[in-house]
Structures are given as structure tokens and as C-alpha cells.
């Protein structure tokens, strides 16, 4: 037996987010509260989509696909590794892709959701941090990137992903702090792009970051074990 449902679980953590975003004078109506559900099966899904979960977040394929089409009333992120040959079926069933980092994916993401009739929204993941163990794009090699991917009207960039160094809460709201700096700095750079959703989003925080990711400007926080682990407290 779970010591605590996981409708229990998501109730009780989107009141605290709640309550996080207005200690930090944020409007709660402003952070997308995803449900990282990579761990777990439909049945888990379902019982967070009771209580409200209508976001979630799967880093494989397989996942997505699993469960996107259970759930399609939900908006569903794809927050892993991009393979290419996993490129179509990740187009056909992400709402949102949080992980593009290499213009080679951003091409077949294009070219994919062009034969779609959709366009693809993405954010571009950065290595804040500069771990080795870390996948994103340096810092200083967002803006070429941002620009290339500017060129390809299958994708819209809404904004951008980090994932913090685990285990020091200094150090995560550092890495926070810089995403937020690099995504003021590149949208007032690209005054051309007057779609409000353009550069609009931070995606970063999970199960023990997330209140530093609010509190740093996140607009979307991913949290898994939080939710569905019975164990994390
Ligand atoms: C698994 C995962 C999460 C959620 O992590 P938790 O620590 O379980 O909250 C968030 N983002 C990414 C990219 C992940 O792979």
C-alpha cells in the first residue's frame, strides 16, 4: 500500500506551488505545473489527470506514445534525449519539446512538422552549469543556435530548458538565474519576433528544485518523484 495517493501527492503539491508563486509576488496562472510520469504506467497517469494533472513529461519515445494517446486532452512534453530516427513519432504526439539543442534534430523537427501541418514548439536546452555530465548547448552557442532555428517556420522557440547541478540549491538557483539572464538577453535581441509566446518560457526545476526555479522566474516546472515516488518526501 502507497502511505499517500498520488492524487494526494499532486493536490497537496499544486496548492505549494501555489503558495510558492505568491511568496514570490508570481501569479500562479504563470507556471506550468508538468507531471513528469516517465516512471510510471497509464494507471498512475490517470490518477494525477483526477486530480487535476493536465500536463506531463516523458523522456522517451516509447512513454509518449504509450500514453499520449490515453491521455490527449492533456498537453504532453518531451523532455529526453532527441534520437533522430524517433524525430516523426515525437513531432506526432508532443505538444511541446523541452530537449532540441543540436541543429541537426531542429531541421528533421522542421522538416517533420511541415509534412504535420503543425508547428513544433520547442525550447532550447542549455547547459547552464557546465557539467561535462550535462547534454544543452553552452551558453554561447544558444544564439547561433536560436538563429537557425528562426529560419525554420516548423518550429516556434518558445523559450528555454536547464537542468540544475542535483544536490546544492546555491548552485541550482545560479544556473537558474543565468537561464533567466540568457532568455531577457536574447528576446530583447530579436525585437522582429512579436509573438508574445517567442522566448517567453523557462522550463527548470523538478522534485528538489523547483521552489528555487520559481522563485527564480520558471514558467514551467517539471516534477516527477515528487508526484508518483511514494518514498520522496
Ligand atoms: C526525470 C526528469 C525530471 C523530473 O525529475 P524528478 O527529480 O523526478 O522531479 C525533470 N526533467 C527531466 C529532463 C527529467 O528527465
Redesign the pocket.
Known amino acids: 500500500m502507497r502511505k499517500v495517493s498520488i492524487q494526494t501527492r499532486y493536490e497537496r503539491l499544486a496548492a505549494e506551488i501555489e503558495s510558492v508563486c505568491r511568496e514570490a509576488g508570481r501569479d500562479p496562472d504563470e507556471v506550468v505545473f508538468?507531471a513528469?510520469s516517465?516512471?510510471v504506467g497509464p494507471d498512475e497517469v490517470a490518477q494525477a489527470a483526477a486530480a487535476g494533472a493536465c500536463n506531463f513529461?516523458e523522456?522517451r519515445p516509447e512513454g509518449l506514445l504509450e500514453k499520449q494517446p490515453l491521455f490527449s486532452d492533456a498537453a504532453w512534453h518531451f523532455?529526453?534525449n532527441i534520437q533522430s530516427r524517433r524525430i516523426g513519432d515525437i513531432v506526432a504526439h508532443a505538444d511541446i519539446v523541452?530537449?532540441l539543442y543540436q541543429q541537426r534534430h531542429a531541421d528533421k523537427i522542421d522538416a517533420a512538422a511541415r509534412a504535420a501541418g503543425k508547428v513544433q514548439d520547442v525550447l532550447l536546452e542549455v547547459n547552464v552549469s557546465g557539467e561535462a555530465s550535462k547534454s544543452g548547448l553552452a551558453p554561447d552557442a544558444v544564439e547561433p543556435m536560436l538563429a537557425h532555428c528562426l529560419a525554420l517556420p516548423g518550429l516556434r522557440v518558445r523559450g528555454l530548458?536547464t537542468?540544475a547541478p542535483q544536490g546544492d540549491l546555491q548552485r541550482a538557483k545560479a544556473s537558474f538565474g543565468g537561464l533567466r539572464e540568457l532568455r531577457d538577453r536574447l528576446k530583447s535581441a530579436h525585437p522582429e519576433c512579436d509573438d508574445p509566446a517567442f522566448m517567453h518560457d523557462l522550463s527548470m526545476g523538478?522534485?528538489?528544485d523547483?521552489r528555487e526555479g520559481i522563485a527564480a522566474g520558471a514558467t514551467i516546472v517539471?516534477?516527477?518523484?515528487?508526484?508518483?515516488?511514494d518514498a520522496?518526501e
Open positions: 508538468v513528469v516517465k516512471t513529461g523522456n523532455i529526453g523541452h530537449s530548458m537542468m523538478m522534485s528538489e523547483w517539471r516534477i516527477g518523484r515528487a508526484v508518483f515516488d520522496f
